[in-house]
C-alpha cells in the first residue's frame, strides 16, 4: 500500500491485520495505491517505487502458528478442512497460497541479498502499540486501527497436535527463525 504524500510503503502481508491497517492508513481496496507493494519484493511495482530511494519500508508479521490457524479459517478453500489435511495439502495458487501456504518472508525479503526489504515491522502481537509507534515517527495521520477481515478461532495452540506443529515447524521454518517466534 502506497502512501506517495509520507513517501512511505506497506507491505501487506496475509493475515497479519494488513485489512485493518490499510483502513487506517486511509486507504480503501478501491484506491489503486492500495494494490501497490501488496506482494511486496514478488511485484515489479514494489522494486518501481522503492528503487527511486528515499521510501520507507514496512511491514505486519504474526507467529506462523497463529497465523496458520486464522487463515485456515479464514478461507473458504480450506475451513472446511481438518486443519492437519490442510497443512499436508495447502493451497497451491490464488488467496490460498497467500493466506496460507505463502511464508511471509518470501514478500519481505530480497532475493538478491537475501536482507529484509524493511525499514521496520509491525508485530501482530503487538499491533496497536507497533503502528503508533510507526506512523508517529513517520508522521503518517491515521484513523483509528479497527478489526477488519477477521477470521473466528479459538487460541492457536487449541489446534495443534505434536504432527500439526512439526508441519508448521517444517513449512515455515525461515520465519520462525528470521523472526524470533515459537510455539
Not at 59 to 75: E, H, I, T
Not at 99 to 127: G, K, M
Amino acid at each position: 500500500m502506497y502512501l506517495p504524500t509520507r513517501s512511505a510503503l506497506y507491505i501487506h502481508q496475509r493475515k497479519t491485520a494488513g485489512t485493518s491497517i490499510g483502513y487506517a492508513l486511509g486507504l480503501r481496496p478501491a484506491n489503486e495505491a492500495w494494490h501497490i507493494g501488496n506482494d511486496g519484493v514478488l511485484e515489479e511495482r514494489f522494486w518501481d517505487v522503492v528503487s527511486a530511494g528515499g521510501i520507507y519500508v514496512f511491514s505486519s508479521v504474526r507467529n506462523p502458528f497463529d497465523r496458520a490457524v486464522s487463515g485456515w479459517k479464514y478461507l473458504a478453500c480450506t475451513r472446511s478442512r481438518r486443519f492437519e489435511e490442510v497443512l499436508l495439502d495447502p493451497p497451491q495458487e490464488g488467496a490460498g497460497y497467500r493466506h496460507f501456504t505463502r511464508p511471509q518472508a518470501a514478500i519481505l525479503v530480497d532475493p538478491a541479498t537475501n536482507q529484509l526489504v524493511t525499514d521496520d515491522l509491525i508485530r501482530y502481537e503487538s499491533l496497536a502499540a507497533d503502528f503508533r509507534r510507526i506512523t508517529t515517527a513517520q508522521g503518517i495521520p491515521t484513523a483509528r486501527l479497527r478489526r477488519r477481515n477477521r477470521s473466528l478461532h479459538w487460541p492457536y495452540r487449541h489446534y495443534y497436535s505434536r504432527e500439526a506443529r512439526e508441519l508448521v515447524e517444517h513449512r515455515f521454518a525461515v520465519d520462525l527463525e528470521l523472526f524470533g517466534y515459537a510455539f
